[in-house]
């Protein structure tokens, strides 16, 4: 497995990036792809994710209506649009591979049990205020 992120960069407040995690090594469909963001001193987070719930996505609640995630199957990429941003999203954004959990719940979290091999090495994001 392969994932590499690119996109991350500093920003002002309010301003937009977008991230993509290029995927290789692993049948596409057999896995949701999602992104994960840890900013220091804090736990890691699920934020999005794709093809993990019924509904197809996830958006942790404070980046709903403000990120995207998109994928372009023909180019094994995963995107994350991300609008309005704001300081706090500050962090190394992630992106992971896992199975789809029993719930959306438990995506916030399931970062403790994806293994070390389906995790890329990150991008940081910087928001100034």
């Known amino acids: 497995v392969r994932l590499v992120e690119s996109g991350g960069g500093l920003v002002q407040t309010g301003g937009s990036l977008t991230l993509s995690c290029a995927a290789s090594?692993?049948?596409?469909?057999?896995?949701?792809i999602g992104w994960f963001r840890q900013a220091p001193g804090k736990e890691r987070e699920g934020v999005s994710c794709?093809?993990?719930?019924?509904?197809?996505?996830y958006y942790l609640d404070s980046v709903k209506g403000r990120f995207t995630i998109s994928s372009d199957n023909a180019k094994n990429t995963v995107y994350l649009q991300m609008n309005s941003l704001k300081p706090e999203d500050t962090a190394v954004y992630y992106c992971?591979?896992?199975?789809?959990?029993?719930?959306?719940?438990?995506?916030?979290?399931?970062?403790?049990?994806?293994?070390?091999?389906?995790w890329g090495k990150g991008t940081l994001v910087t928001v100034s205020s």
């Open positions: 992971a591979i896992f199975h789809r959990p029993p719930s959306p719940d438990l995506i916030r979290t399931i970062w403790y049990s994806i293994p070390a091999g389906h």
């Open positions: 090594g692993f049948t596409f469909g057999d896995y949701a």
């Open positions: 794709i093809s993990c719930t019924d509904d197809n996505t």
